[in-house]
Structure formats: C-alpha cells, structure tokens
C-alpha cells in the first residue's frame, strides 16, 4: 500500500491525517496516512527512511518546511516563491518539493468565501514564513494593491521588494502598522502568529473598506482574537484559516494522486471536530 505522512514537531495536534484520510476514503483511493513526530536532528535521514519503507509523499509542518526545501532535489516555481516546501512526492527521478499553502489560501478565498481577489486592495499582516509563502498566489489573483505590515518594518519591506520586481510598479508595498493610517482594504490577512498568543496586531480605525473581509490563517473553535477585533472595527465577514488548512491538504493530494477531491465536506467534518473537541 503507498504510504503518505505529515511531519513536524509538535506532531500530535495535526488534521492532515484525518483530513488526507477522508479524502482518500470519498476518492476510493487506497492508501495509509500517519503522523509522524520529526526529530530535532536528522529530518533528512526520517525522510529518506520512510521514502525506502513505501513512501510516497510527505507533508511537512513546523519546523521543518526549511529543511524539505534543502531537502528536495527538484522545486516547483511556487515552492522556490514560498522558499519553504510543504509536500515532498518521492519519485524515480529524486525528491520534488512544492508549496500548497498559498494556493490553499486562494481556493479558500475565492472558491469557499466566494471572495475574487482581482482588483481587490488587500493588506497581508505579517512577514514571516506564511506571509511570504502566499505571496505568489495572491500576486497571480490580480488584486489591485498587496501592502504588507509587519511588527518589524524592515522585513515587509525586504518581502515587498522581492516580490514587486515583475508587478506593476507601486502594487506592492511593505511597512509598519503606523503607516496604515488614512487607508482601507477589502481583505485583511493574518498572516501573523500574534492569535497564538491572543494578541492582535495593532491596525488603525478605518483600515476595513465597506464590505471588507478579515481572515485569520489560525484557526479555532471559537473566533480569534483577531476576528473578534476585525468585526469590532467594522468588518463585514470575517473566516479563519481551517479552510486554508484543508486546501492546501486538497491540493497535496492532487500531486500525489492525480485527483482532486471534494474539499466541502471534509471541511464540514473537521468544524464539528473541532467544535467537539
Ligand atoms: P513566523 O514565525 O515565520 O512569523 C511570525 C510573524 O508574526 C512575523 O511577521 C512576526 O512579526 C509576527 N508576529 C508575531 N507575534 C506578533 C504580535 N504579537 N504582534 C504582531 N505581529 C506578531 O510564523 P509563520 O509565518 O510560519 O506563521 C504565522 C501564522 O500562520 C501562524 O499562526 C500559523 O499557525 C499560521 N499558518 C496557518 C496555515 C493554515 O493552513 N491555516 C498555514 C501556515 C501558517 P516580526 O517579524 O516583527 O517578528
């Protein structure tokens, strides 16, 4: 039987086996997925020992995504955008490395939410890994306008500059949260992990457009600090991150196997599980 895996450390709090699982069992597709807990030391090695036991593919997590990107002998072009992979496919020809969180976010977004990015202004809170792995994707849905801020100013900045080669010029921009003031947007992401800490990123009054949707890549049971903010300020719809979170396990699982599976009811699924939980 092929063997897949999510790898990270922590391990035991993910989804992906429920979600890659359900996914397997609605596409008749015969396959085993397990959670495995990443050493501190020695990711290559637990990587190339699952691929020689049956291994197919692999997903990856915390805090490994740096490490697969060094790891695979092939990258896609959104995996070298991101810098950071989150699925490994084990072929003849060696190691493929590809990110899926960004596209993730989009199918989320514009699929799920029905919220079309073209021509939208949006504000992506945070530079740091998730930040930068979503830039691609949200650049090729044609928004009018990716301002970036970030706690560390200088980081949106770097992040802006490599992505606006290529873009219309003044499309994309990066700074701190001050320099917010007097804007709006229709789409708010927290690309931050200030949720983790039940902390919000510092935005001023009137940065939600008319109709404006704040989502937060972190997920809950209950909304976040960053959604109960959002909609204190004036946000008109606000969405957390688990449907990210299962697109980009739909989108892994096309890689591997060539199908794409229905992404509504294992979302459906997991916020009862989490609302049990
Ligand atoms: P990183 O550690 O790479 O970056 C953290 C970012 O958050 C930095 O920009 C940092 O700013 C900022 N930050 C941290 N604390 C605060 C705070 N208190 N106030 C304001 N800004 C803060 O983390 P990642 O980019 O990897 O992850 C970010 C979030 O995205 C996490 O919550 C993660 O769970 C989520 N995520 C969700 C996914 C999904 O599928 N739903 C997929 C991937 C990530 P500074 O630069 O100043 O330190």
């Known amino acids: 039987m092929d063997r897949y895996a999510v790898i990270g450390n922590p391990i035991a709090h993910s989804k992906s086996p429920v979600i ?8 008749g597709q015969h396959l085993s997925y397990e959670a495995i807990l990443g050493p501190e030391e020695g990711f290559a090695d637990t990587v190339r020992a699952f691929a020689a036991s049956s291994g197919r593919g692999m997903n990856v997590t915390v805090p490994f995504k740096l490490d697969a990107f060094a790891l ?22 060696g190691i493929h490395g590809d990110n899926t969180d960004g596209v993730g976010l989009i199918r989320d977004l514009e699929v799920n939410l029905h919220c079309p990015l ?9 530079a740091g890994g998730a930040a930068r792995g979503v830039m691609q994707p949200l650049l090729a849905a044609q928004p009018a306008q990716v301002t970036i801020a970030n706690r560390t100013a200088a980081r949106a900045q770097a992040l802006a500059e490599r992505f606006a080669s290529g873009t219309d010029a003044g499309k994309v921009e990066g700074g701190s ?5 007097g804007q709006a947007f229709d789409v708010i992401i927290n690309a931050t992990s200030a949720s983790l800490a ?3 990123p510092p935005l001023p009054a009137g940065v939600y457009a008319s109709g404006a949707l704040a989502y937060d890549m972190m997920y809950a049971a209950t909304p976040t600090a960053f959604l109960q903010a959002a909609t204190a ?16 396990a739909a989108e892994s699982f096309l890689i591997w196997r060539g199908v794409r599976p229905a992404s509504a009811p294992v979302l459906t699924q997991l916020r009862a599980m989490l609302a049990e939980a």
Request: proline share 2%.
């Open 20 to 27: 890659h699982r359900a996914f397997a069992q609605q596409t």
């Open 177 to 181: 949260f001050d320099r917010l003031a």
């Open 118 to 126: 073209a021509g939208k202004r949006v504000l992506l809170l945070g």
């Open 72 to 93: 695979a002998d092939h990258l896609s072009p959104r995996a070298q955008a991101a810098g950071a992979v989150n699925t490994l496919s084990f072929r003849l020809d």
């Open 198 to 200: 039940n902390d919000v």
């Open 233 to 248: 300020s004036g946000a008109a719809h606000t969405a957390d991150g688990l449907g990210m979170l299962v697109e980009q």
